[in-house]
């Protein structure tokens, strides 16, 4: 996931600091780097074993997780092409 092209100012559970990790977007208060949620997810680990690796709540990643979600989503199209076949 390119969590880069998000724009995680819009995201309550996130903060960027300049000095603080090179200023990567990390979990609000901490240096954890959102960027490693979504590595260690995409690498199979369980959100759990993610929790108690870094230290963070469900609450944070879910709030993460929920944001990139809404903020990928594609608003629905209308199917034009299956009311036109009908017309044929």
């Known amino acids: 996931m ?17 000095g ?3 200023g990567a977007w990390v979990f609000k208060d901490t240096r954890l780097p ?4 979504f590595e260690n ?3 199979g680990s369980p959100i759990e ?3 108690e690796q870094f230290r963070v709540s469900r609450e944070q990643i879910n709030a993460v ?3 990139a979600a809404r903020s990928l989503q594609i608003p ?4 034009v092409a299956l009311n036109d076949a009908h017309s044929l």
Do not use: K
């Not at 959102?34 to 949620?37: E, K, M, N």
């Open 2 to 18: 390119a969590t880069a092209s998000l724009d995680w100012s819009q995201c309550p559970a996130v903060e960027s600091v300049p």
């Open 20 to 22: 603080r990790v090179s």
């Open 34 to 37: 959102v960027a490693t949620i």
């Open 41 to 43: 997810l995409e690498a």
């Open 49 to 51: 074993e993610i929790m």
């Open 65 to 67: 997780l929920d944001f």
């Open 76 to 79: 629905p199209v209308e199917d």
